[in-house]
């Protein structure tokens, strides 16, 4: 494997599920990312995390749960989701030293029944 | 706030048109400007990093150069491989990894 991989590519879920997504990073960096992609709006970042720690949480409700157990693997745990959360999760990974450069997985496609 | 807006919203052009695509922005300070380039159903992927006005970065057809208030993304002489959605971003100078996009150009190739 190689760059960025996350799992599943495609996710239904009801209202009342708990479900996660998975992300690994195979390229030695130290920083990864949670962003959220829906129709016509920018990417928003989620959570950041820095040689493991969160760094940043943009604000995002705790129905949304990150977990990143080392520097190469992060999780979102979802439960209870409204539907206006179905949208492409991004995960992607840096050097802290470039934060701009990051690097994508291809997503999870989340939607909320 | 930061803010990056990009125009045009989409673009069709015909394979050999060249063209170029816009970025205004407004940063508290900037500490970079970065270009990717995303195709359907993927993650975004990297292209170019800006960090001061007047300077430019170049890969096959494409040149992004960067001025105070916007950046612009030349594409000479594209094919249809070139059909993509190009994101536009930038980072703030006092702020910290935050990456602040704009929604995009998606820009169509026609052979």
């Known amino acids: 494997e190689t760059g960025v991989t996350q799992t599943p590519r495609h996710l239904v879920m009801g209202m009342t599920n708990k479900k996660s997504l998975k992300c690994e990073q195979h390229?030695?960096?130290?920083?990864m990312y949670w962003y959220k992609q829906s129709a016509k709006k920018p990417l928003e970042l989620m959570f950041v995390y820095n040689f493991k720690e969160q760094t940043e949480n943009n604000s995002v409700p705790s129905r949304f749960s990150p977990e990143c157990p080392n520097s190469s693997h992060l999780f979102l745990h979802l439960h209870t989701l409204q539907p206006e959360d179905s949208a492409l999760y991004l995960c992607a990974s840096s050097q802290i030293t470039v934060p701009g450069e990051l690097f994508f997985g291809e997503g999870s496609r989340l939607t909320v029944l | 706030e930061d803010q990056v807006t990009q125009s045009p919203e989409a673009l069709r052009l015909q394979e050999g048109e060249s063209s170029s695509l816009n970025c205004s922005y407004t940063?508290?300070?900037?500490?970079?400007l970065f270009w990717y380039r995303q195709d359907p159903g993927k993650g975004p992927e990297f292209l170019f990093t800006l960090y001061s006005a007047g300077e430019e970065k170049e890969k096959e057809r494409l040149k992004a150069t960067l001025t105070k208030k916007e950046s612009f993304l030349h594409i000479t002489a594209p094919k249809p491989e070139d059909s993509a959605t190009y994101l536009c971003?930038?980072?703030?100078?006092?702020?910290?990894?935050?990456?602040?996009f704009g929604t995009g150009t998606r820009l169509t190739i026609i052979p």
């Open positions: 940063v508290s300070g900037l500490r970079g």
């Open positions: 971003a930038v980072q703030a100078d006092f702020g910290n990894e935050k990456l602040t």
């Open positions: 390229l030695g960096h130290n920083a």
